[in-house]
């Protein structure tokens, strides 16, 4: 058994709707509807236990049908789940649409997930875990308690920033060691720390190696991967930075890539803690699997499909 990861957010029960384009401004358009679980830190949580990783979710849900999902979900997973349960609140939802390009739109209601307390958190539930990892999803007080705990204890604290808040205390970069931004939560962060006025996506795909890394370097953080949808991910460690490129796969829906990604990297990384570079390219490819299958929760592969894919994609 490998050492225990920790994951503290959302469960999101995933309101999904294919259609052609996404509609305009006071437009209806017909479409495809399907329902399941969701929420960026139960996405982690599913991704690194079904590649084996023993790992523990603690999160806040309403007290309604959706909860009882989650419970039953979290058993059949195989995850240690401490769903907190928030009276007067309703578990997170979220509706996601999906177009034809496999593009995504989403608005989540954090409902009981937003509610989750300090108070909340066993006072020994990262004894024994290595990594702990928590996102934007739940509230900022949360995050910055849970990090506090974990760097008493010598735990690896993961933060990914998704998505981006308008009340995001950069104080919390001080107690995170590894730090996995999108590009536009990236863009949004370098603003934040006034790292660079001028700097969008656009001109965040022009940049070489050298100007990434020292951006990267400007967080303060030791470890920071920037996931770059179809190229990738660029990691800067504090001597160098490399670009890890992506698997080539034909997306149908990438809706939760991201989650993919930092679950399938806290799995490789509770296992070999040096190895972080090996880990992203692990995280590349969990993500560009969970791309090829519809949904959240359930695109993501199991340890067996991870290694019948990275046998045919040396
Ligand atoms: P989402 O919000 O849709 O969950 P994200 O914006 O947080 O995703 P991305 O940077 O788009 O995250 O993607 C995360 C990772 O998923 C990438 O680093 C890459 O490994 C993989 N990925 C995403 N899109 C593709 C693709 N089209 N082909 C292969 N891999 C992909
Ligand atoms: O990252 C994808 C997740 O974000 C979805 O599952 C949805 O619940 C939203 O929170």
Known sequence: MTPRVVIVGSFVQDLCFNCEHFPAPGETTL???????GGKGSNQAVAAARLGAAVTFIGAVGDDAFAAGARAFHRREGIRSILIPKRGY??????????????????????ASARIQPS?????????????????????????????????????????????????????????DILIPNETEFVQLARALK?????????????????????????????VIVTLGSRGCFVSLADRGELV????????????????????FVAAL??????????????????ALSVTKPGTSPSMPTAKELARFLKTHA
Do not use: W, Y
Request: positive net charge.
């Open 120 to 176: 909340d958190i066993p006072p020994a539930a990262l004894r024994g875990s290595r990594i702990v990892v928590c996102q934007h999803e739940a509230n900022p007080r949360i995050n910055a308690h849970v990090f506090r705990l974990a760097r008493k204890q010598g735990v690896t604290t993961v933060l990914n920033p998704a998505p981006m808040r308008g009340d995001f205390d950069p104080t919390i970069l001080r107690h995170t």
């Open 195 to 223: 790292l660079s006025r001028s700097l969008d996506e656009a001109a965040l795909a022009k940049l070489d190696s050298v100007a990434l890394q020292k951006l990267c370097r400007g967080f303060g953080v030791p470890t």
């Open 245 to 264: 490129p992506a698997f080539k796969v034909k997306p149908v829906d990438t809706t939760g890539a991201g989650d993919a990604f930092v679950g399938g």
């Open 270 to 287: 509770a296992r070999s803690p040096t190895h972080v570079i090996a880990a992203a390219r692990q995280a590349n490819a969990v993500a």
């Open 90 to 111: 309703a578990t997170a939802a979220a509706t996601v649409l999906v177009d034809a390009t496999a593009q995504n739109e989403i608005v989540v209601a954090l409902g």
């Open 31 to 37: 479409g495809r509807f399907f329902t399941g679980p």
